[in-house]
């Protein structure tokens, strides 16, 4: 089965960085993907990982371990406009293109 | 703006009523995806088309009616939906079948509501 887990908010403060996690415990893992969502905007595409370590995109990395079913999305720099939620996704199902999304993090980025 | 336009924005229906939902995309993506949201929830799948052919249905309720007249277009048409339907409701799309690294391009959504 799947179980993806996020903790439920964060707070941050402009210019610092966070770094949030995400664990898995899936079979047919695909992939593991970053998405941001603005309150009442579409999910966008931050970052995709399927091999062990570190992506790197420009302010936004993204970090994976299979052996430990564990991710993590780290933003430098923050902005204001980082205040978002972050959604962490497994690819699952193998041949398949299905999303299974984790509850997401909102972050809330201060002054 | 997003490359995957949907319509309505808004849509506030009654129970006994039919409408349809509306997904565009042409990126020339080959699998196109509906998802639902609730309030401060993830987006939880319903569909996914591949090639024009429904590949998942997420045991979604027969009130909600999918439909891929072609490989731009996806539908989902309602009819006698319940209150707690109401939603937002995502269309996506991504290149094709094959989870590898094809990430999925998300409309801005209709924001649905059941009175």
């Known amino acids: 089965g799947q179980n993806i887990d996020q903790p439920t908010e964060m707070t941050a403060t402009e210019g610092a960085i966070v770094q949030i996690n995400c664990t898995y415990q899936t079979s047919g893992f695909n992939g593991l993907f970053w998405y941001q969502q603005h309150a009442g905007e579409a999910p966008t595409f931050l970052s995709y990982?399927?091999?062990?370590g570190l992506e790197e995109k420009g302010r936004f990395s993204s970090f994976l371990s299979r052996s430990k079913g564990y991710s993590y999305l780290l933003l430098k720099e923050l902005q204001m406009k980082d205040s978002a939620s972050y959604l962490c996704a497994d690819g699952y199902g193998g041949a398949t293109n299905k999303l299974i999304f984790g509850t997401g993090t909102l972050l809330a980025v201060q002054p | 703006d997003t490359e995957v336009t949907q319509t309505p924005k808004h849509l506030v229906m009654g129970m006994t009523n039919k409408k349809s939902l509306k997904c565009e995309q042409h990126?020339?993506?080959?699998?196109m995806y509906w998802y639902k949201q609730k309030a401060k929830k993830p987006p939880e799948l319903m569909f996914v088309?591949?090639?024009?052919?429904?590949?998942i249905n997420e045991s979604v309720p027969s009130r909600f009616s999918p439909e891929c007249p072609n490989s731009s277009l996806l539908n989902l048409h309602l009819h006698a939906l319940q209150p707690e339907d109401s939603a937002l409701y995502l269309c996506?799309?991504?290149?094709?079948?094959?989870?590898?690294?094809?990430?999925?391009?998300f409309g801005d959504g209709t924001r649905l509501s059941i009175l």
């Open positions: 990982n399927v091999l062990d």
């Open positions: 996506a799309s991504s290149q094709g079948q094959g989870g590898s690294n094809q990430p999925q391009h």
């Open positions: 990126m020339g993506h080959r699998a």
């Open positions: 088309y591949s090639y024009e052919k429904l590949s």
